[in-house]
């Protein structure tokens, strides 16, 4: 048995972030062979007491308290109550069979297996539903996230930046974990340091834990992303994407679910929404030199539209150099700017001042611009123009703090951390609590019923949909796959009051 003692964390600066870090995930960042516990707010979930990761990410936000031993106001950016004791027991040699699936979908119950521990159930199938989906008992549940312990020496009193988005969805998680409480379902949950390493990914893949699951939430990367998409194509495990939002991940996998949506499923919902709220008489897609490409799916979703496959293009504007003279387009019409540039700010920044100055001229309220999530981030676009021309851009994630749900969370999170919720930690929340009462509903091939059950998130909604394509080999579109599921859900957002707001 190992035994992880508790320990008081320091009070304020980077030392605080490093110990939570070293003690959290050096010792607990490993598998749980504690065979589907049931979720228990009493006890800790073997893993971490996480916060958020990324390639360019921010620290947990500090807060200021008030320290009674010195009298003095003190900076605190890491949970301060003493970690709980976890501990770990062996599991006997005989390991339980991995469940695959062989393309049938018809599956032999198991036989009931020995608890893995005293007290422990052990996991039955309870019934069988649609699609081949097997009721369980229990099922597993692991996190592959990219917590980075690797990154942490004796000698460091750091911690990475790119740790922070694991920390935060895991913390996140673990709230939507404490709530999925109830007598007849369990979940054994575990935590894995995905490191951003593809060796480490394979080592995982390979591991024992690993093969007793059913669910898989995670990684970071598109690259590991991929590997582990692959691991579960035709077995009895799903893996949910919570972060990638690339195309070409896997090809015919319908055990992968992608929760942000891609770049097309963006403009093609840019493109929706104005069609359908701004009444124009002209769109106009911008783009430019070399990016006309992205204008066809604008051009295919406007087919779809309309109904008409014959009917006149939507007009393009291809810009190479400077911005050209705009007037002719918003003269006496209601015009629509469709604009899917995120790499260039200076274009952005002025485009949007030719089209305020020109609607100046024109002297009417006659135009909007339809953009990408990344020019929420941009620091050269001039407010007064922003919501003058009346932009409108879309994003994967909206936090409206003003709601409830959202406020209650809030006060959860900082009273368990200390530290504000970032982004990811409402999507570790969702992901979880969403996904896990979907499997315990429906089974292990609950992803077939995802359509069925749309819901409101707090950071977005899910709209879950198959993706389905057309092998290459394939004569008929009946013969048609489903690639993977993907949430439709877009958010628009638009600028007004001097802030984005959600209007869809």
């Given amino acids: 048995m190992t035994s992880v003692p508790s320990r008081r964390l320091p009070s304020s600066g980077n030392n605080a972030l490093y110990y939570c870090l070293l003690a959290l995930l050096l010792t607990t960042v490993t598998t749980s062979c504690e065979l589907f516990r049931p979720v228990d707010s009493t006890r800790p979930t073997t893993g971490t007491r996480p916060g958020r990761g990324g390639d360019d990410l921010d620290p947990v936000q500090s807060r200021r308290v008030f ?97 922070l ?17 109830e007598p007849s379902i369990s979940f054994d949950v575990r935590v894995q340091d995905s490191r951003a390493n593809a060796r480490k990914v394979e080592s995982i893949i390979a591991s024992p834990e690993y093969q007793r699951s059913q ?121 629509v700017f469709m604009v899917p540039v995120y790499e260039d700010e200076a274009f952005v920044s002025n485009f949007l001042r030719q089209v305020y100055q020109t609607t100046l001229a024109e002297r009417g309220d006659n135009v909007a611009v339809y953009g990408l999530p990344q020019w929420a981030e941009f620091q050269r676009l001039n407010s007064d123009f922003v919501q003058g021309v009346n932009v409108h851009i879309s994003s994967s994630v909206f936090i409206d703090l003003l709601d409830p749900e959202v406020r209650e969370f809030r006060r959860k999170f900082y009273d368990r951390y200390a530290a504000l919720p970032r982004d990811e930690a409402y999507i570790g929340y969702d992901v979880t609590s969403y996904f896990l009462r979907m499997a315990a509903r429906y089974g292990t091939r609950f992803q077939f019923e995802l359509e069925r059950h749309p819901e409101d998130m707090m950071h ?34 638009r600028f007004q009051d001097y802030a984005y707001k959600r209007v869809n």
């Fill in 67 to 163: 320290d009674p031993e010195t009298g003095t106001y003190i900076y605190v950016n890491a949970p301060t109550e003493p970690m709980d004791t976890v501990q770990w027991k062996e599991v006997a040699s005989e390991e339980v069979t991995p469940i695959v699936e062989d393309g049938s979908h018809a599956y032999v119950a198991p036989a009931p297996v020995a608890p893995a521990a005293p007290g422990l159930p052990p996991v039955r199938q309870t019934g069988t539903g649609r699609n081949g989906s097997r009721l369980l008992t229990g099922y597993g549940v692991d996190f592959v996230l990219p917590f980075l312990s690797d990154r942490y020496r004796e000698d460091t009193e750091r911690l990475d930046a790119n740790s």
């Fill in 165 to 181: 988005w694991a920390l935060h969805f895991y913390s996140g998680a673990e709230l939507a974990l404490e709530e999925l409480r």
């Fill in 215 to 335: 669910l898989i939430i995670g990684p970071y990367l598109k690259e590991q992303v991929t590997q582990l998409a692959d691991a579960v194509r035709g077995q009895e495990k799903v893996l949910i994407s919570p972060y990638s939002a690339a195309t070409g991940i896997t090809e015919s996998n319908p055990n992968y679910i992608q929760v942000n949506p891609t770049l097309e499923t963006h403009l093609r919902s840019l493109l929706g929404h104005a069609f359908r709220t701004q009444g124009a008489d002209r769109i106009v897609l911008v783009a430019q030199s070399g990016q006309r490409a992205r204008l066809a799916y604008f051009q295919d979703e406007y087919k779809l539209l309309t109904g008409d496959d014959q009917g006149e293009p939507l007009e393009e504007l291809v810009i190479s150099g400077a911005i050209p003279d705009l007037s002719q387009y918003l003269r006496g019409r209601r015009t």
């Fill in 460 to 493: 977005t909604s899910f709209r879950f949909a198959p993706v389905a394509v057309v092998p290459a080999t394939a004569t008929d579109l009946e013969e048609a796959v489903i690639d993977r599921f993907e949430n439709k859900f877009v958010n628009i957002l």
